[in-house]
């Protein structure tokens, strides 16, 4: 910074270490090497912080370290800011001074009743919403009713930018620190719930980003607290349950726009400029940013036609910055009135330009003026953000500038953003030196939050790794552990894909504290078992067991949890008559642990134990003899993978009655038995009930072809003993025993064979004897061979009744 601004500076510390980059004699040689970057973290600046019920040390060479919190230290609320206390805070949150003469603040035009109401509300304890477009002036109506409410709260006025926040707990966290006392702990989520609920502030919101759920979470969780939320109408709106009071800010009208301008430019305004603005008035729908930008414009065609018009006799020197312009500069147009960024660049100093470019590079974040002279080059770089300022190119945002809604992307059309790859590798490698210095504290680096997340987003694999290694401690010292996050993520991402193992196990190993300190206990593990298995390839030691011992703390809370969460166990369901009327059996749910206290119904009730009756449930047994000790043994022995066979369980309250399989089968087989006996024995009585037939007038027996009604089968018990008439010259065999086994398994040589039939072969109509007397057969040609010569008659004519029809052999 050049010293013979007369200002003081704000944000280097008077230190015996070498020049701050904002120095003149360090500024090019902290922009181009980067060699200071590794010697940053050389001076160790440990820091000792109380996260919740641990005690973390952020040591910037080997690694943060975590540690049970001591019996006796912290735990306590701590005291509340006094006046004075918070006066300073106050003058903490606004943007910095600027180097040079103060500029003047536009008026607060047509704005009178909506202040009023405001504070109306707000002196009331009512949350409000206020709504408007970028441009209309809700910043400074914040102002103003900020000025108005100071005396309305115990806790005063807090003033927070919700810029980037989608979710509460950081805003939570902000307003926990701008109430209390506390530079050396962040509180755990109950803690930090149970110590806003006591404040009683009314806090102005600004740039808010979040709605729904999220908000209302912000609400509930400080009921004494007024909310005065200024946002944008494309903002995710609240719900119906936030109870807000919503006010909308318009549009300046034409008289209050041509007095804007007036009061830009210091002078009145010609009809021609007029007429101007009350065009420009309905283009931009009377937006107060435009017209202060519209002031600007006139302000430049001033100073450029008084300068035209008083060197008019003199030559144009050789040393002039810049060219004479020709002629008399008219009136901007309509088109340039409504977009101005480009002209209004083209007319400001090549540092204010040059500041554009990194501002284009970074997303819009301008850095800290005090960088400005070490990032442009220029000893007088610093009073650029002035010049940007008083033109309508730059709006405040919390402690910081940014260039204003519609500046970048007209800036880029202009061609600003063409170089942005290079202003950023040249913004990360200064900032890889300034927030290494042992000079630079982490509230400063917290404060330049944002350029250096943009910074490390745009640099190079290189300059990342090195921004984010020097980076990281200072956002986890400073509290803003958001950025830490955000800056680690970043850093591993850029170290796996430069190479950098020793990095990428540092920022794994960053990120499992992280996660341990916020109570994430699975990232916490995985991350800090990636770190581990990243220094055991290095080799480091020291490393390795510091990675050890954060992974021990690790399983000593999962052990923890799984002593205050012991197994469910479920019992055998009651007798179905022991529930009285219901008749339904209801599972009891109890914990039997070996030796831990029972647990809370809340816990019971996240391990899955049933909250409804349940008819039938099996009892889950473990065979292990020693309670379980870690929680996925909690889980395995719960919830088996794989289910298990239940052991008998006696007594059986309602035991269902099987189906008796072996006398069904007896009964089949002794029907089948009765029904096969019952038709032999009818089979037999019909045989022995039939009569011999003898041919009518015949010399000798009548030999049939077909068989005999009643006849019988050879060896079926209850046939007839009697046989068919043999050969003379052949001898008679001996027909068996018809009751003897021989019976069924000798054949008999007289009758031919034929296949066995269980069924009795039934005659047809035409065979069935006559009941006047019998008749003799009909001749079968089929089965009657032709005769050669005649067969003398048998002695003794003798009747048989044959089974089978007699084939030809036996015939002749």
């Known amino acids: 910074m050049d010293r013979t601004q007369g200002q003081p500076e704000p944000v280097e510390q ?214 005065l939320l200024a946002a944008t109408p494309d903002t995710r709106a609240p719900s119906d349950d936030s109870h807000l009071e919503e006010v909308f800010l318009a549009g300046l009208g ?10 830009g430019i210091g002078r009145a305004l010609t009809e021609e400029e007029t007429a101007w603005a009350g065009d420009l008035r309905f283009a931009s729908e009377g937006l107060p940013l435009r017209f202060v930008q519209a002031a600007a414009l006139l302000r430049q065609r001033d100073e450029r036609n008084l300068s035209s018009a008083g060197d008019e006799d003199e030559e144009p020197g050789v040393f002039e910055e810049r060219p004479r312009d020709a002629a008399f500069v008219p009136l901007p147009t309509l088109a340039e009135g409504a977009a101005p960024a480009e002209l209004l660049a083209s007319r400001v100093s090549e ?113 990342a790794v090195l921004l984010a290694r020097t980076a990281a401690p200072a956002f986890a010292a400073s509290r803003h552990w958001e950025a830490w996050e955000r800056v680690l993520r970043s850093g591993a ?44 390839a290095l080799a480091d030691k020291r490393g390795t067991v510091a990675g050890r011992r954060a992974l021990a703390l690790v399983a000593d809370r999962e052990k923890a949890g799984v002593e205050v969460s012991p197994p469910l166990r479920l019992e055998p369901p009651a007798p179905a008559g022991a529930e009285g009327a219901t008749g339904a059996a209801e599972a009891v749910t109890a914990a039997l642990p070996a030796a831990a206290p029972t647990a809370p119904q809340g816990v019971q009730a996240a391990l899955g134990a049933p909250a409804a009756p349940v008819p039938s449930v099996v009892p889950v047994m473990s065979g292990r003899s020693e309670a379980p000790t870690t929680l996925t043994e909690v889980f395995e022995e719960a919830f088996p993978p794989t289910p298990k066979p239940a052991p008998p369980v006696a007594p059986v309250p309602a035991p269902r009655k099987q189906p008796r399989r072996k006398p069904a089968l007896l009964a089949a087989a002794g029907a089948l038995t009765v029904v096969a006996l019952g038709t032999v024995m009818a089979l037999a009585m019909a045989g022995s009930d039939e009569d011999p037939q003898t041919p009518a007038g015949g010399d000798g027996p009548a030999v049939s072809s077909t068989p005999t009604p009643g006849a019988t089968v050879p060896g079926v018990p209850g046939t007839s003993g009697n046989d068919s008439a043999s050969d003379p010259g052949t001898p008679a065999s001996e027909a068996p025993d018809p009751g003897s086994p021989e019976s069924a398994l000798t054949p008999d040589p007289n ?53 089978t029809p007699a084939s030809p052999s036996a015939t002749a």
């Not at 006796?72 to 600027?98: I, V, Y």
């Not at 850095?367 to 309508?392: I, K, M, N, Q, S």
């Open 751 to 803: 009758q031919p064979p034929r296949p066995p039939s269980r069924k009795p072969v039934s005659p047809p109509p035409s065979q069935k004897p006559s009941p006047t007397g019998p008749k003799p057969p009909s001749p079968n040609p089929s089965t009657t061979p032709p005769t050669t010569e005649p067969t003398p008659p048998a002695p003794t004519p003798t009747p048989t009744a044959t089974a």
């Open 351 to 463: 540092s204010a330009r040059a500041a554009l470019r990194i501002a284009c590079a970074l997303g819009g974040e301008l850095p800290h003026h005090a960088h400005l002279p070490a990032l442009v080059g220029d000893t007088h770089a610093d009073a650029a953000v002035a010049e940007l300022l008083g033109c309508g190119l730059l709006t405040p945002v919390g402690t910081r500038y940014r260039l204003a809604a519609g500046v970048a992307r007209q800036l880029e059309e202009a061609g600003y953003g063409d170089s942005a790859a290079e202003e950023a590798r040249t913004a990360a490698r200064h900032y890889a030196w300034w927030t290494g210095h042992a000079s630079v504290t982490p509230e400063r680096v917290a404060a330049e939050a944002d350029a250096v997340l943009a910074a490390l987003a745009g640099a190079d694999v290189v300059a």
């Open 254 to 263: 034409r008289a209050d726009c041509v007095q804007l301008l007036e009061a």
């Open 14 to 227: 008077p230190a015996t270490a070498p020049v701050p980059p904002g120095a003149p004699a360090t500024s090019a040689a902290a922009s181009a090497a980067p060699a200071p970057a590794s010697a940053g973290p050389a001076v160790a600046r440990v820091v000792t912080l109380t996260a919740g019920d641990f005690t973390l040390t952020v040591n910037p060479v080997d690694g943060s370290e975590i540690e049970p919190r001591r019996p006796g230290t912290g735990g306590s609320a701590p005291a509340k800011r006094d006046a004075a206390g918070r006066a300073a805070r106050d003058a903490a949150a606004r943007p910095p001074l600027l180097p040079g003469p103060a500029a003047p603040a536009p008026p607060l035009l047509a704005r009178e009743e909506e202040r009023e109401r405001l504070v109306r509300l707000l002196g009331r304890g009512r949350s409000v919403r206020l709504t408007g477009p970028a441009g209309s002036g809700r910043s400074a109506l914040l102002d103003a009713v900020a000025a108005d409410c100071a005396r309305l709260a115990p806790d005063g006025v807090v003033r927070l930018s919700g810029y980037g926040h989608q979710q509460p707990g950081e805003l939570l966290h902000a307003l926990y620190d701008a109430v209390y006392e506390a530079s050396q702990e962040r509180p755990e989520r109950t803690q930090l719930l149970a110590r806003v609920r006591d404040i009683g502030a009314i806090v102005l919101l600004d740039d808010l980003e979040m709605g729904g759920a999220p908000l209302d979470e912000l609400l509930r969780a400080t009921p004494e607290c007024a909310y």
């Open 493 to 536: 991402e850029a170290a796996r894909k430069a190479g950098e193992v020793a990095e990428q196990a540092y920022f794994h190993h960053e990120l499992g504290v992280l996660a341990l300190c916020e109570g994430r206990l699975d990232r916490a593990r995985a991350e800090l078992e990636a770190s581990i298995g990243l220094k055991g």
